[in-house]
T-cell receptor
């Protein structure tokens, strides 16, 4: 069974700082998705990466997929309080079901 | 365009009672997925349904849990004889097609508390 490990588990930084969170797998990702979940709400899909080495940008968010497709990172530039939330990565397994990491809880202090 | 609607948002049940959680998918979506989330954890897959069919229930406990998605009306996740360990947030997601080529849209969850 594939395991997704996210780090750090918790991160609290000041507004304006940069940060990177990671998602690592015990086996190759087939299709990696990043979600953000705000308190009291469901997860919202941010991006899907499929190809090794792929880089996708979403405004101040940059998503990288490792060449070997076993790791991924999310970098946020000039973090804002609105970026606060739980960042989850998920991989689709061979049964087309999503396997989830435990998430990185991010707090941006104004 | 209404998103995925779940109700109730919060549900309190005493041990031994039944909990019924409802999910209305987005308009035009015929695929529904139920997930369970414990605090500070990711989501755990429970069951995948299409209209009137259970496609994959491998993540759902065999006893006390059942799910349906009838031809008319919302999908229902039913938990009989609830125990304290059932306390969690239950999320429903829907998609227009199978997950490998259709993104999931999540509802805001039902938070079940068993006292």
């Amino acid at each position: 069974t594939q395991l997704l490990e996210q780090s750090p588990q918790f991160l609290s930084i000041q507004e304006g700082e940069n940060l990177t969170v990671y998602c690592n797998s015990s086996s190759v990702f087939s299709s990696l998705q990043w979600y953000r979940q705000e308190p009291g709400e469901g997860p919202v899909l941010l991006v899907t990466v499929v190809t090794g080495g792929e880089v996708k940008k979403l405004k101040r968010l940059t998503f990288q997929f490792g060449d070997a497709r076993k790791d991924s990172s999310l970098h946020i530039t000039a973090a804002q309080p609105g970026d606060t939330g739980l960042y989850l990565c998920a991989n689709m397994d061979s049964n087309y079901q999503l396997i989830w990491g435990a998430g990185t809880k991010l707090i941006i202090k104004p | 365009n209404a998103g995925v609607m779940q109700n109730p948002r919060h549900l309190v049940r005493r041990r031994g009672q039944e909990a019924r959680l409802r999910c209305s998918p987005m308009k035009g979506h015929s695929h529904v997925y139920w997930y369970r989330q414990l605090p500070e954890e990711g989501l755990k897959f429970m069951v995948y349904l299409q209209k009137e069919n259970i496609i994959d229930e491998s993540g759902m406990p065999k006893e006390r849990f059942s799910a349906e998605f009838p031809k008319e009306g919302p999908s229902i996740l039913r938990i009989q004889q609830v125990v304290r360990g059932d306390s969690a947030a239950y999320f429903c997601a829907s998609s227009p097609g199978q997950m490998y080529n259709s993104p999931l849209h999540f509802g805001n969850g039902t938070r079940l508390t068993v006292t």
